[in-house]
Structures are given as structure tokens and as C-alpha cells.
């Protein structure tokens, strides 16, 4: 029997609604954890409704198995229900829709007679309606539908394309309430939910020693003490780091989150959920040494903390240490260029000679950069060229047919075998290069380690234009993915970039081209060198419109 009661409770509180309406499938209980109803109240329409509560966005950086993604289903069906709210609901994959849809969400609502009465007439797996109100599911493989919603919840948004992700809060451009949760297992440093979690209050939970009585919050390395064997322990307990005393896993539930940055607690709430909260210490040790399991899985898995494994990471520094010459300039060779298109338009071009690939050129357009790509395509003899296919299609495809397939229009694709392959379309005389990327940019970084990929600089002066590229390449991040499957470990080698990258990839292309030889095989100079600087410079106090700008 619900009563009334109980009804104004579950208005006010997701948690109580959770509890009240909602029958988890498959005889899960519901487990009263101490550190859940905070985040259960993140982003509380009630509590913003009547002002207890200012902040409308929260992330989370958190292990598996800590009812998280059932935390943002009931989060989700409490803002429709109650609040009449539209939800748009983000996860990486068309597959991670299906999943969550058939695994999770459709047996709560078969299980639950109040959500099964709300549920109106539109029950597709990516649209449900809950009374007035709609979810949407949307995949992050393409950009986002333009529906518009109330709250957005990102779901796994270390494994979300970023790009479309980042265009997830436009669908909230509509509405007053704007509400945001992200949650996510984190993958590298500095990326993903790991840059968001940066950026809020930082909550952790802090649990207090029952002996010392020290505040602290729990480390892997420091929380834990093993008797024994390492693949075999007698014994393996938590204990406080202070005075080595045993802790236990109900010491943890009293303990407290506490904002590692309490200004901005009315801004972005963010909180770090690790396995150590909750789970037995043996079983958790066992993990962690598990021959099967990397030490990366168990960091980010289990301890919900970013880990890198190799460091292979290019950063700013060092290319300004490694990849600048003093006077190299190669007085002629073979040009190509490298278009990325977004916003902008980046362009590359490089000189290759033998080994020896000088880049001569790096510029981010904000407008005028169709015109730009024109101009350079009529100034200089290319040898060939690669041009990003999206998303303005139709004109790279143009700028193929009329150089006859001398620039190229390129897609990334994973399932190729070697690093590239090209396609000619006989008819409308344009080619095409599939590339795959993760390989091509392990290929493009090699080649920069080695010393084959340069920028020269005169008098120990730094091009500008250099500095932004290199900015650009230093945002990339090499991660590598593990997924256990029943033959083993499989590794798969991805890319991230934690700010603009676009002239990395404009530069890839230029060197996807290089590879490719094109047909015009003479050798030029670079005629953009001197004349063309001086010009450009009389172009820039003219204020063309043409910027670069590090952003
Ligand atoms: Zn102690």
C-alpha cells in the first residue's frame, strides 16, 4: 500500500521514488548504501525547483559494479515521472543503446506497475514515453538527433565519440532546466570524465579510522596490508594508513563525502566511487594480482582511477626540443597537402625529399578557408594530396573531381587491413583513401621520434604556425583498450585527444598522400617561403578575416 506519504517522499527524493515504485529485475535488492543517496539527490528537480539546491550538473568517475547505471535509469524515470522532464540519454554505441534498453530498463518497467501504467504509446528501444514525457536514446557513434530535452544523461563517456558528445548539451538550449549527469569508468589521465571530474567540487569519500580516528580518503597503496603469499595470501585486510589498524568495509559506510573543492560545490558536483567503498578486501587483492587481468583493468575498473600503460605520449616540450632544426630548409622536393575539416579548415603541407619531411606550412581557418585551400591548390605543384571527406561532402568531393583525383578525399576506417587503400570512382573521377587511423597515427608518431618529420626554424626562431601544431599534435593521447574475450586479452590501440587536434590530422593526411606518391612526381620549391610570408603578414594588418589562435 502506497501512501500518501510515501508518494510525496518519492516526489522529493529519486532515491525514495527508486525504492517506492521501482522493482529491480532479476531479484536484485535494493541495497541501502551510504554513499549513494547524494548522488541519487545530484541534480534533484525538486531541490532546484525550490532552491536547496543550485547546481545542475554532476559527474562521476566510478568503478564497476556500483549501481551507477541503475542510479541514472531511476534518476531519469523519476525526472519524467514527477516532473513531466524530457530526457536525452547518451551511450557510446548503437549496441550499448540495444544493451541497456533489453538488459536493464525494459525488465524495470515490466517489473514496476506504476512505471507500466505511466508508459504511454511510444515504446521503441531508442524513445520511450512516461506519462507527458520523453526519453531519447541516442548513440554517440553519429551526432546527436536535435530533440530537444530537459537533462541529459552521458552514460560511458570515455568510449563516446567526443566530438558528438560535446554537441549533447545544444538539445538543452530549449529548456530552463538544463540538468547534467555524466558517468563513466575512466580511461587515461586528463580525458574524459577524468578532465570533467577536474573541473567540479571533487568529491571523495572520506571514512574515519575507528582506532586514530584520522579522516582519510581510501588508497590502493596504502589501505591495504596482505600476509603471505602474493598469488596466495593468508590474509588480506584493509587497515587505516596512519596507525595500520584493521578497518572493515562497515567502517567505510560511515563514512562522508567531502569536496576536495568546496567553491565549487554550487557549480559542478563530482564524485570518485571506488571498489574499496564497498567490496571484500580479499576478493578485491585477488583482482588485482589476477594473471589474467592487467593492472590497468584493475585501476580503472575497480578503483575507478585513470591509468596509462607505456607512455608514448609526443607532448608540446618535446616536440619543440626534437622536432624544430635550425636552417634545414629543403630547397626543393615534393609537396603535398594534408585538409582536416570541422568548424575550420586546417591545412598542412610538407616537403618530402628522400627521408626528409619538411613541414612548410600549418594554418587553422576560422572563415575563408574553402577559399584559402583554393588559392594554395592554385599557387603551388602538388604532388597529391588528401582532404578530410566530412562533413562538408559534396565539396571535397568537388575539389577531388577537379584536380582529377590529384587531392584525395579521405574516411578513417578500422576494419582495413593494411594502413590505407585507395578507391577510384572511374566514372565520377574521384579517389578515395580509407585510412586506419589508430595504425596511420602510430606510423605518423614513429616518424616524428625518428627525427624524419620537421619543422625549420631560422636564427632559433620558432614559426608561429609550428607552435599550433605542435599544440595540436601534444593534445593527442595513445591509449591502449583491453577487452577480455573467452580466447584472451584483446588489445586495441586508440587514439584521444584532450584538446584541438585538427592539424594532426590535417598532417597525417598530408603524409598519407606523401605515401601514396601521387601522379605529378617533379620536384618544386616551396615558392610560400619568403615572398609569401611578407604577404601574408600585409594580408593579416588588413584584417582578411584569416586567424589562427591557440585555443
Ligand atoms: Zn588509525
Not at 516532473?83 to 541497456?100: E, G, K, M, T
Not at 557549480?267 to 566511487?273: E, L, N, Q, S, T
Request: proline share 4%; glycine share 6%.
Amino acid at each position: 500500500m502506497i501512501t500518501q506519504q510515501l508518494k510525496d517522499q518519492a516526489t522529493r527524493d529519486p532515491m525514495a521514488f527508486g525504492m517506492t515504485y521501482i522493482t529491480l529485475p532479476n531479484n536484485i535488492k535494493w541495497e541501502y548504501r551510504q554513499w549513494l543517496p547524494e548522488i541519487y539527490n545530484s541534480i534533484n528537480p525538486y531541490n532546484i525547483q525550490n532552491g536547496t539546491d543550485r547546481c545542475r550538473k554532476a559527474t562521476i568517475i566510478k568503478s564497476t559494479q556500483s549501481g551507477l547505471t541503475t542510479a541514472g535509469l531511476v534518476k531519469t524515470l523519476h525526472m519524467m515521472a514527477e516532473f513531466d522532464l524530457n530526457v536525452a540519454y547518451s551511450l557510446p554505441r548503437d549496441q550499448d543503446v540495444i544493451d541497456l534498453v533489453r538488459a536493464k530498463l525494459n525488465p524495470i518497467v515490466r517489473n514496476s506497475p506504476y512505471i507500466q501504467g505511466l508508459l504511454g504509446n511510444v515504446d521503441a528501444v531508442k524513445m520511450k514515453q512516461i506519462g507527458s514525457s520523453f526519453l531519447y536514446f541516442m548513440s554517440m557513434t553519429t551526432e546527436p538527433r536535435m530533440l530537444s530535452a530537459d537533462a541529459i544523461m552521458n552514460d560511458e563517456i570515455d568510449l563516446s565519440d567526443p566530438n558528438n558528445l560535446a554537441t549533447m548539451p545544444n538539445r538543452m538550449d530549449d529548456s530552463d532546466w538544463k540538468l547534467t549527469l555524466n558517468y563513466s569508468t575512466p580511461t587515461i589521465k586528463g580525458y574524459g570524465v577524468d578532465a570533467l571530474y577536474a573541473k567540479s567540487c571533487q568529491y571523495e569519500w572520506m571514512v574515519k579510522c575507528p582506532h586514530c580516528g584520522l579522516q582519510q580518503v581510501l588508497d590502493w597503496g596504502r589501505n591495504i596490508e596482505i600476509k603471505g603469499m602474493k598469488l596466495n595470501p593468508d590474509e588480506a585486510r584493509y587497515v587505516c594508513r596512519k596507525c595500520r589498524g584493521t578497518m572493515t568495509v562497515e567502517d567505510f559506510a560511515k563514512g562522508e563525502w567531502v569536496a576536495q573543492v568546496p567553491d565549487l560545490v554550487n557549480f559542478h558536483k563530482g564524485y570518485h566511487i571506488s571498489q574499496m567503498m564497498f567490496y571484500d578486501p580479499f576478493d578485491l587483492y585477488l583482482h588485482s594480482v589476477d594473471p589474467n587481468s592487467s593492472v590497468q583493468e584493475f585501476y580503472r575498473k575497480r578503483l575507478g582511477v585513470p591509468y596509462s600503460s607505456g607512455n608514448t605520449d609526443i607532448n608540446y616540450d618535446w616536440l619543440m626540443d626534437n622536432a624544430v632544426y635550425d636552417d634545414a630548409e629543403l630547397d626543393e622536393g615534393r609537396l603535398y597537402i594534408g585538409v582536416d575539416q570541422a568548424n575550420t579548415i586546417s591545412i598542412v603541407i610538407i616537403m618530402v625529399k628522400g627521408d626528409s619531411i619538411e613541414v612548410v606550412f600549418a594554418e587553422e581557418f576560422e572563415n575563408d578557408g574553402w577559399l584559402e585551400l583554393d588559392r594554395l591548390l592554385n599557387k603551388h605543384r602538388f604532388s597529391g594530396g588528401v582532404i578530410d571527406a566530412d562533413p562538408n561532402r559534396n565539396t571535397a568531393t568537388n575539389i577531388s573531381k577537379n584536380t582529377d583525383g590529384l587531392i584525395k578525399i579521405a574516411d578513417y576506417h578500422t576494419r582495413i587491413k593494411a594502413l590505407y587503400k585507395v578507391t577510384r570512382d572511374e566514372e565520377k573521377k574521384v579517389e578515395h583513401v580509407t585510412i586506419r587511423r589508430s595504425q596511420a597515427f602510430d606510423n605518423l608518431m614513429e616518424k616524428i621520434k625518428e627525427g624524419n618529420i620537421y619543422v625549420s626554424s631560422e636564427e632559433g626562431r620558432v614559426p608561429d604556425w609550428a607552435r599550433l601544431l605542435f599544440t595540436h599534435i601534444g593534445n593527442l593521447r595513445r591509449d591502449v583498450e583491453e577487452n577480455n574475450t573467452a580466447l584472451g586479452t584483446e588489445q586495441k590501440i586508440t587514439w584521444r585527444h584532450v584538446g584541438p587536434d585538427h592539424l594532426a590530422h590535417a598532417l597525417l593526411y598530408a603524409l598519407i598522400a606523401s605515401f601514396e606518391g601521387g601522379k605529378n612526381q617533379f620536384h618544386v620549391r616551396y615558392s610560400g617561403r619568403k615572398d609569401s610570408d611578407k604577404k601574408d603578414k600585409k594580408k593579416l594588418k588588413k584584417g582578411k578575416g584569416r586567424s589562427v589562435r591557440i585555443r
